[in-house]
């Protein structure tokens, strides 16, 4: 008698290999968390591709605030796409309660500057001017009118980074002379 192979073969030994992985003794709600905690990394240093060069990506709590408004969709869409992967309805529900809770919040904080200061002002500033930079750095412009306006913003973000650094630096000088108790 030969073997007969059923068109569901294939997806039945992609499943169980898949359930032999080392995910399947991991909670389906902890790998949920795994992936947003990691979404927010990701999505916090991926913001900094716009920066010009290394040294203007300073972290800020802009940064922070804008990974998380990111982040937080993400839950409630990971819980939206795939139901079947999380079992308890109630705390799937309160999950992207959650999730749209910590989105609006996240919201709030980028839209008030809620905590940014004169340094963390300072700090959000330098990637946000270096985007301008690298931007008119590698466009290919055509038009005489808009080389101009790259290198006039150019000078002119360069010029305020190192303005914005300057202050940056003063300010830690006074931190650092003065006495402590």
């Known amino acids: ?13 992609a499943a169980t290999r898949h359930t032999g992985s080392r995910h399947a003794g991991m909670n389906p709600y902890a790998r949920l968390a795994a992936m947003v905690a990691l ?6 240093v991926l913001m900094y591709a716009m ?36 079992p308890n309805k109630k705390l799937n529900v ?17 839209r008030e500057q809620t ?3 004169d340094r963390q002002f300072l700090k959000s500033m330098i990637p946000h001017h270096a985007g301008a930079v690298l931007m008119c750095e590698r466009a290919s412009l055509a ?4 080389q101009r306006l790259c290198e ?17 630096a003063r300010e830690d000088a ?7 108790p």
Not at 3 to 11: E, L, S, V, Y
Not at 60 to 71: I, K
Not at 152 to 168: K, P, T
Not at 174 to 180: D, E, L
């Open 1 to 13: 008698m030969t073997a007969t192979t059923h068109a569901g073969d294939g997806a039945h030994a």
């Open 39 to 44: 979404s927010f990394v990701a999505m916090f």
């Open 51 to 86: 920066v010009d060069r290394y040294a203007n990506a300073v972290p800020n709590l802009n940064q922070v605030w804008m990974a998380g408004l990111m982040a937080a969709p993400m839950l409630v869409i990971e819980l939206a796409l795939m139901a079947a992967m999380y």
């Open 94 to 110: 309160a999950l992207a309660v959650l999730g749209i809770v910590l989105a609006a919040g996240f919201w709030f904080a980028i």
């Open 115 to 117: 905590g940014i200061g």
């Open 143 to 146: 038009t005489r009118d808009a």
């Open 152 to 168: 006039s913003i150019v000078e002119s973000q360069q010029a305020e980074i190192e303005l914005m650094r300057a202050l940056l």
């Open 174 to 180: 006074m931190a650092n002379a003065k006495p402590r």
